[in-house]
């Protein structure tokens, strides 16, 4: 039954649409009365030469997706939901050789020798060096602000942590993390005007990503560290990553691992500045499960997308071999069938199946413990160091088909 909510030609990949706000009355009706639907868009406008997706809303049918990768691949047209119309297939068809866009068993093979950077072992490894970091950064934002106390939440604070981490882990100096930060704004944000990016210009930081871990990767086989590249590639024959293997594995790093995590914590404080009684809460108490809510509430990844192998059916949806199928984390996070009262922020949800490390299967996020616990030590930073923040603006939103990204967010401790 057609959904009345839902006027001729909305499109939840729409940058305009998610630069304004996240659609999720729309996202509401549709689960209630049409959970899997027919979008349409014009030829191209999404990269790709059909006319449109399959938008796959509630909480079940999200996980049903992404725990059948044999029915839905990752592979033929890129995890990607949508590009900028000006993108050549060629383009798409080198991400490809990211991890984020492969199917078993090339995504199992490459997954089982990430992963040994990914064990608990490992990320505890980290938990002391980042703990100072979190309170060095909160430090420096503190110490940095201007005579009203004002800063920006998002390049003082946000984007730091998930940047070192991510240096720490493969010992990249952290001299050159602004040229990670860079080069993954670049790659994320071709929609947003105000960054002045072209298609062009994302592939040519990819590629500068890739370039500078193929290098680093060549260091360590020449002269291995104690560290995860070193675990990756020092050995290819004995399993390993080969060189351009490992350049595009930090391109996933760069993005999956900073864009999403970043944004996760932005979305986290501005939830606890327009919460105050959550706020006083995690002060007083600290939570173990206030990252998970905060994951859950901000779903940094809107949408990803998988393409059927064949024909099949979702619910009473027929979906054709080829058929593109987006599948909305951000509705599915919010499905009462599944959360009591979802749209209350509540650090204190238990239990929280929510889907904002995906829905299973083999594409569940590999950096999930990492994730959170640069969540939970950035924000015992801030509540230590500045229990007082308060809210100075609304935030500034990213213009993405895909990301619920945040730009700028002023705060203050005056």
């Given at each position: 039954m057609?959904?009345?909510?839902?006027?001729?030609?909305f499109?939840?990949?729409?940058p305009?649409?998610?630069?304004?706000?996240?659609p999720?009355?729309?996202?509401?009706?549709?689960?209630?009365?049409?959970?899997?639907?027919?979008?349409?868009?014009?030829?191209?406008?999404?990269g790709f030469d059909d006319?449109?997706?399959?938008?796959?809303?509630?909480?079940?049918d999200?996980?049903?997706?992404?725990?059948?990768?044999?029915?839905?691949?990752?592979?033929l047209?890129?995890?990607?939901?949508?590009?900028?119309?000006?993108?050549?297939?060629?383009?798409?068809?080198?991400?490809?050789?990211?991890?984020?866009?492969?199917?078993?068993?090339?995504?199992?093979?490459?997954r089982?020798i990430?992963?040994?950077?990914?064990?608990?072992?490992?990320?505890?490894?980290?938990?002391?060096?980042?703990r100072?970091r979190?309170?060095s950064?909160?430090?420096?934002?503190?110490?940095?602000?201007a005579a009203?106390g004002s800063?920006?939440?998002?390049t003082?604070v946000?984007?730091?942590l998930?940047?070192?981490?991510?240096?720490e882990?493969?010992?990249?100096?952290?001299?050159?993390?602004t040229?990670?930060?860079?080069?993954?704004?670049?790659?994320a944000?071709?929609?947003?005007?105000?960054?002045?990016?072209?298609?062009e210009?994302?592939?040519?930081?990819?590629?500068?990503?890739v370039?500078?871990a193929?290098?680093?990767?060549?260091?360590?086989?020449?002269?291995?560290?104690?560290?995860?590249v070193?675990q990756?590639?020092a050995?290819?024959?004995?399993?390993n990553?080969?060189?351009?293997?490992?350049g595009?594995?930090?391109?996933?790093l760069a993005?999956?691992?900073?864009?999403?995590?970043?944004?996760?914590?932005?979305?986290?404080?501005?939830?606890?500045?327009?919460?105050p009684?959550?706020?006083?809460?995690f002060k007083?108490?600290?939570?173990?499960?206030?990252?998970?809510?905060i994951?859950?509430?901000?779903?940094?990844?809107?949408?990803?997308?998988?393409?059927?192998?064949?024909?099949?059916?979702?619910?009473?949806?027929?979906?054709?071999?080829?058929?593109?199928?987006?599948?909305?984390y951000?509705?599915?996070?919010?499905?009462?069938?599944?959360?009591?009262?979802?749209?209350?922020f509540?650090?204190?949800?238990?239990?929280?199946?929510?889907?904002?490390?995906g829905?299973?299967?083999?594409h569940?996020?590999l950096?999930?413990?990492l994730?959170?616990?640069?969540?939970n030590?950035?924000?015992?930073?801030?509540?230590d160091?500045?229990?007082d923040?308060?809210?100075v603006?609304?935030?500034?939103?990213l213009?993405?088909?895909?990301l619920?990204?945040?730009?700028e967010?002023?705060?203050?401790?005056?």
């Open positions: 057609p959904c009345p909510a839902l006027p001729d030609g499109d939840f990949t729409d305009d649409l998610l630069q304004e706000r996240v999720h009355p729309e996202f509401a009706q549709l689960r209630q009365t049409e959970p899997v639907r027919w979008i349409v868009q014009p030829p191209r406008i999404s006319s449109g997706y399959w938008a796959v809303t509630r909480h079940a999200v996980k049903y997706v992404s725990t059948h990768p044999e029915l839905f691949s990752s592979n047209n890129t995890a990607v939901i949508r590009f900028n119309e000006t993108i050549s297939r060629d383009q798409i068809e080198v991400q490809k050789l990211i991890m984020l866009n492969m199917d078993p068993p090339e995504h199992t093979r490459v089982q990430v992963q040994r950077g990914f064990t608990p072992r490992a990320i505890r490894s980290l938990e002391d060096a980042l100072e979190a309170g950064i909160v430090e420096t934002a503190l110490a940095n602000a009203d800063f920006d939440f998002v003082n946000a984007v730091e998930p940047l070192q981490a991510i240096a882990l493969i010992g990249v100096p952290q001299d050159d993390r040229k990670i930060f860079d080069w993954s704004n670049k790659m944000a071709y929609d947003d005007p105000e960054y002045a990016i072209t298609e210009v994302g592939v040519e930081a990819a590629m500068e990503i370039s500078y193929m290098n680093l990767a060549a260091a360590r086989k020449e002269c291995p560290a104690k560290d995860i070193s990756l590639v050995a290819e024959d004995e399993g990553l080969s060189s351009d293997e490992f595009f594995f930090v391109i996933l993005v999956a691992g900073n864009e999403t995590t970043r944004n996760a914590i932005t979305h986290g404080m501005h939830a606890f500045l327009t919460h009684d959550q706020w006083d809460l007083r108490e600290r939570p173990e499960t206030t990252a998970e809510e994951v859950r509430w901000a779903t940094p990844v809107v949408s990803f997308q998988r393409t059927a192998t064949e024909d099949t059916r979702i619910g009473d949806a027929k979906i054709k071999k080829g058929d593109r199928v987006g599948i909305f951000s509705s599915a996070n919010n499905d009462p069938e599944v959360f009591d009262d979802p749209l209350r509540d650090i204190t949800r238990d239990p929280n199946p929510h889907l904002g490390f829905g299973g299967g083999p569940f996020c950096g999930k413990s994730a959170v616990l640069e969540i030590l950035i924000f015992h930073a801030i509540a160091a500045l229990p923040l308060r809210l603006s609304d935030p500034r939103r213009r993405s088909a895909w619920n990204g945040v730009k967010l002023q705060v203050s401790t005056g």
